[in-house]
């Protein structure tokens, strides 16, 4: 993640100018993507899994903004569940991040990237005993 960088938004007009942290995209797209079906979770490393068993939610758990000076990147890391179709599941992601993202900052985002990092089964599947 970028270190202290803002996003401008918009034009400076008489009243000032907005600047947006990049925190603030992580936790738009990190809801944005948990309202999918078929996302078991988000990915996260070990401060965020000690700050959820403390109560704190991770809105932005599993998400990574990059800025360049012309664009902005998203990468978004998942679990997804078992029988659901991955790329039917990444497309509305990307879809539903960016409508997020665009409709809440007026953002365009050049990239979302999505990557899958495993798959979360319900139900263990009981090992056969059957010899074959």
Known sequence: MAENQLLNVGEF?????????????EVIAGIATTEI?????????????????????????GIKVELSDDAVL???????????????????IQLNVR???ENMTAIHIKEINVHVV????????????ENY
């Open 37 to 61: 079906p078929g996302v078991s979770s988000m990915r996260g490393n070990f401060a965020t899994g000690v700050a959820e068993r403390l109560g704190k939610k991770a809105h932005g758990k």
């Open 99 to 101: 409508q997020a993202i």
């Open 13 to 25: 007009t008489p009243l000032g100018k907005v600047e947006i942290a990049p925190e603030v995209l």
């Open 118 to 129: 495993g798959v979360h089964l319900e139900h263990p599947t009981e090992e056969k005993t």
């Open 74 to 92: 998203i990468d978004v890391f998942i679990v997804v569940d078992y029988g659901h179709s991955v790329p039917n599941i990444a497309e509305k």
